[in-house]
Nanobody
C-alpha cells in the first residue's frame, strides 16, 4: 500500500502549483485524505483535509482562500491546488489517508503517509 506524492518544485512568490497524490495497493475511497507540510526546523503541520465523498473540506487558517483540496475517487487520487504562494509556504508536503471518513486536522488519525514532495517558494 502506497501513497505517491508529486508536483512540487521551485516557484516564485505569487505563483501556483498543483500537488497530486496517487494511492496504490488499495482504494482510499472510504477514507478522508489530507495534506500536511513540514518546513525545515519546524514540526509537521496540517494543511487541508477532504472527506471520503469529497463533500467536506477543512483548511488551516494560513492557507484558506489560497489552497484547494480535491479528490478523484475513480482514480484514487487527491490533489492540492496551491495559489498565491508565499515564501513561508516552503516545505515538504505530505499526503495522508485517514482511518475514518471525515475531515480531521489531527495527524494521529492518519494511517498512511506518502513520501513527500518539496515546494520551494522564492521571494
Amino acid at each position: 500500500v502506497q501513497l505517491q506524492a508529486s508536483g512540487g518544485g521551485l516557484v516564485q512568490a505569487g505563483g501556483s502549483l498543483r500537488l497530486s497524490c496517487a494511492g496504490s495497493g488499495r482504494t482510499f475511497n472510504n477514507n478522508a485524505m489530507a495534506w500536511f507540510r513540514q518546513a525545515p526546523g519546524r514540526k509537521r503541520e496540517f494543511v487541508a483535509s477532504i472527506s471520503w465523498g469529497g463533500g467536506r473540506t477543512l483548511y488551516a487558517d494560513s492557507v484558506k482562500g489560497r489552497f484547494t483540496i480535491s479528490r478523484d475517487r475513480a482514480k484514487n487520487t487527491v490533489s492540492l491546488q496551491v495559489n498565491n504562494l508565499k515564501p513561508e509556504d516552503t516545505a515538504v508536503y505530505y499526503c495522508a489517508a485517514a482511518k475514518g471518513g471525515d475531515t480531521t486536522s489531527q495527524d494521529m488519525f492518519y494511517d498512511y503517509w506518502g513520501q513527500g514532495t518539496l515546494v520551494t517558494v522564492s521571494s
